[in-house]
């Protein structure tokens, strides 16, 4: 297992932040659409920043960063209404997908207010015990009408990484195969790919980060695909497309 380090150095001392990314190939669950007991042999665990971590795991704490989450919008309007990305007649960008207002990262100053919140959260994921961060959502500048740009994205996630080593946890690269490198560059230090194998993206994220990725799929087919392709090697696992809990009627879990 791979350890890597951060170390700020003060007059006359060191102090050393010490962060490790998830174990390759290990036994994944996707929790972000709500918590529950692990199945049995899952090391590594995704919840959202509002959850618990799972005891004894290695968990990974999902915060959406570049999207408000539907039930925090009203929250974002009246306090950060700013950061809210708007066209030019003043009407929000939104994600209609998901229903998530994208947050304007456009400007260094913009990028520093946000960066400030999401580290909150952060801070709050070290808190709890989490081992790694899960920002999500970095490809909203693809849903931004042409206002937001991918450099401004990687530019937001330098701030975060930076923030997140000095805590002690790793941060995940989540989606976006077209970052390319820039995000390890950047100083991300995994992988979080959903539908790689659906698509055939999955050598996009192990070129870049070995067998530091973790896929998820939706479908049984490319559960099966990736799985053949990569189960020696990479941490994948089948869920449905909520990611719900069991006893939801549409539960669904595989690893392979």
Excluded at 70 to 75: C, F, G, K, L, R
Excluded at 108 to 120: E, F, H, L, Q, S
Aim: hydrophobic share 40%; glycine share 8%; charged share 20%.
């Amino acid at each position: 297992m791979t350890v890597l380090a951060v170390i700020s150095l003060g007059i006359g001392t060191a102090d050393a932040a010490t962060y490790t990314p998830p174990p390759a190939n290990a036994q994944f669950d996707y929790q972000i659409g709500g918590a529950y007991a692990p199945p049995s042999g899952v090391q590594v665990v995704s919840r959202d920043r509002t959850a618990t971590p799972a005891a004894g795991l290695y968990n990974i704490c999902y915060v959406n960063v570049f999207q408000t989450q539907p039930d925090e919008i009203s929250w974002w309007q009246a306090n950060h209404d700013d950061l809210l990305l708007k066209d030019a007649k003043g009407q929000y960008v939104v994600d209609s997908d998901w229903g998530e207002n994208l947050i304007d990262v456009s400007t260094p100053a913009k990028r520093t207010a946000v960066a400030a919140i999401v580290n909150g959260w952060i801070d709050g994921c070290a808190a709890k015990g989490f081992k790694a961060v899960e920002p999500d959502n970095i490809d909203s500048y693809e849903r931004s009408k042409g206002l937001l740009q991918k450099s401004n994205a990687i530019a937001l996630l330098k701030l975060l990484a930076s923030h997140t080593h000095d805590k002690g946890l790793a941060i995940a690269q989540k989606n976006t195969t077209d970052l390319g490198t820039a995000g390890k560059a950047a100083g991300l230090d995994f992988a979080i790919a959903e539908e790689c194998g659906r698509y055939d993206e999955c050598g996009d994220y192990t070129s870049v980060y070995g067998n530091n990725v973790i896929v998820i799929e939706y479908t049984k087919s490319a559960f099966t695909k990736v799985c053949k392709a990569y189960g020696a090697s990479l941490s994948i696992v089948l869920r449905d497309l909520d990611v719900t809990a069991p006893g939801s009627g549409s539960y669904k879990y595989a690893a392979c």
